[in-house]
């Protein structure tokens, strides 16, 4: 089992769609958790970080943490093409381990 | 804020030469950075972790002789692969954290094509 699970991609959603990314974690002592946008051919970019249960919001992106569950999701509401990218979760218990991503499209 | 330069953003190098790559954190110090690689359409891989002034740790299955990691200061950390070889031609990418558990801010990302 992998430590950090993504679910398989690709996913593709209309634009003005709400794209939902989700992220499950294996290391119970994982305390922060993290969101990263990578466009192809560039490096990788921070969207968002969580640490503690609930929502966080930050303009069209909430990030939701379930410890309990151990699973995290990204929300993205008003889905834009620019948008389109794979999308990292990781989780950080001494050292952040990535998922393998979750590729989206937003299709105008 | 939180800004990393890798450079180069690009290089391209004989089979047999070293190349050695660059991370620097511009506005913060880095207590840790890391090296990533990455292949086509393949997900980030880890291959050591660094801290200022002591030896870097490497994952498993990278060859510590092959990819030297120097972390000479809290604002610096280079890469060097050494007697480079076509297979080692990948994008390269440095990140850095202030302290523990905060979030990875990443370079650009280095491209290495050897020939």
């Known amino acids: 089992q992998k430590e950090v699970e993504q679910n398989s991609g690709p996913l593709s959603v209309p634009e003005g769609a709400i794209a939902s990314l989700n992220c499950t974690y294996s290391d119970r002592g994982s305390q922060s958790f993290f969101w990263y946008r990578q466009y192809s051919g560039k490096s990788p970019e921070l969207i968002m970080f969580i640490y503690s249960n609930g929502d966080k919001e930050d303009g069209r992106f909430t990030a939701q943490l379930n410890k309990a569950s151990q699973y995290v999701s990204l929300l993205i509401r008003d889905s834009q093409p620019s948008d389109s990218a794979t999308y990292l979760c990781?989780?950080?218990?001494?050292?952040?381990?990535f998922g393998d991503g979750t590729t989206l499209t937003v299709k105008p | 804020g939180a800004v990393v330069s890798q450079h180069p953003s690009r290089v391209i190098c004989k089979s047999g030469t070293s190349v050695k790559i660059e991370c620097r954190s511009l506005d913060f110090q880095a207590t840790t950075m890391f090296w990533y690689r990455q292949f086509p359409k393949q997900s980030l891989m880890l291959m050591a972790t660094?801290?200022?002034?002591?030896?870097?740790?490497?994952e498993q299955g990278v060859e510590k002789d092959k990819f030297l990691i120097n972390h000479a200061s809290l604002t610096l950390s280079t890469l060097t692969v050494t007697s480079a070889h076509p297979e080692d031609s990948s994008f390269y990418i440095c990140s850095a954290q202030d302290r523990g558990h905060s979030p990875l801010h990443f370079g650009n990302g280095t491209r290495l094509t050897v020939t």
């Open positions: 660094s801290n200022e002034g002591s030896k870097a740790t490497y």
């Open positions: 990781a989780a950080d218990a001494g050292k952040s381990t």
